[in-house]
């Protein structure tokens, strides 16, 4: 019984998660092949959206759409996560800017999760998923989120990432972590080359402290040769964008 439910859970959101991907109307048989689903089981899961008002279906076209009632439903998320920092309109300000993919990063226990990502145009482009994980001390947005906490808490976490790490080679030193938050600390941003994959950087800046406690890690993501080759202009784009889309009463 339980894992009935924890598939039909995901498959709500995987559902959700594919028409955000697509955004267009979708018909049964692009959404089942797309997610693999038995076209019974996708029929139904389907049916029970549409009936909850989370869908409307099209008879003319045979196709679903999300409704507003989607739209709204997590709004105020991103209003309590962020504060008056209207994170849209900064990401898409440094897209433009840098021409790179932009990321919004957090904590999630061990891990750095991307929470929001706006892919690069560009035919060569870093691709990542919103809600992807990331070693917290082995990236550059985990290692800039760890350059806010204190000493102690870092060498906590830096035990348990280890601990939980079954790779070896994947394991962090203390005294290497503590190099890059302290060169973080001063510069005020960090540029990671290919340290979780090869050939992709990211640079990536502090956000200020939001609702709840939460922090947050802005950056840009792309292949570290184009990166490196416009390092300062990218740098100054991410330090304009936070200053313009920045509350005037808060604190970088």
């Known amino acids: 019984m339980a894992d009935a439910a924890?598939?039909?859970?995901?498959?709500?959101f995987e559902i959700m998660e594919f028409f955000d991907r697509a955004r267009r109307p979708l018909g049964l048989k692009t959404i089942c092949d797309e997610l693999r689903y038995p076209v019974s089981s996708g029929a139904a899961m389907l049916k029970s959206l549409v009936t909850l008002g989370y869908l409307e279906y099209d008879r003319k076209t045979q196709t679903y759409l999300p409704t507003m009632r989607i739209a709204v439903l997590g709004r105020w998320v991103s209003e309590q996560l962020f504060g008056e920092i209207r994170m849209l309109p900064l990401m898409e300000e440094l897209r433009e800017r840098t021409r790179e993919t932009v990321i919004v990063g957090t904590q999630s226990d061990i891990s750095a999760q991307y929470v929001h990502v706006l892919r690069s145009n560009q035919a060569l482009a870093?691709?990542?998923e919103p809600g992807s994980l990331r070693p917290l001390a082995?990236?550059?947005v985990g290692l800039t989120l760890l350059s806010s906490k204190s000493d102690e808490e870092i060498d906590t976490l830096v035990y348990r990432s280890n601990h939980a790490e079954p790779v070896r080679s994947h394991r962090v030193a203390l005294k290497d972590v503590m190099t890059n938050v302290a060169r973080i600390r001063k510069q005020g941003y960090?540029?990671?080359r290919g340290l979780y994959?090869?050939?992709?950087?990211?640079?990536?800046?502090?956000?200020?402290?939001?609702?709840?406690?939460?922090?947050f890690?802005?950056?840009l993501g792309g292949p570290v040769y184009r990166l490196e080759r416009h390092?300062?202009?990218?740098?100054?784009?991410?330090?304009?964008?936070?200053?313009r889309f920045l509350p005037k009463n808060a604190k970088a």
């Open 6 to 12: 924890i598939k039909s859970a995901r498959r709500v």
């Open 126 to 128: 870093y691709s990542a």
């Open 138 to 140: 082995r990236c550059g």
């Open 190 to 192: 960090f540029f990671s």
């Open 197 to 215: 994959s090869e050939g992709i950087g990211v640079i990536a800046m502090p956000l200020p402290q939001a609702p709840f406690t939460r922090s």
């Open 217 to 219: 890690v802005i950056a």
């Open 231 to 243: 390092l300062d202009q990218n740098v100054a784009a991410l330090l304009g964008a936070i200053r």
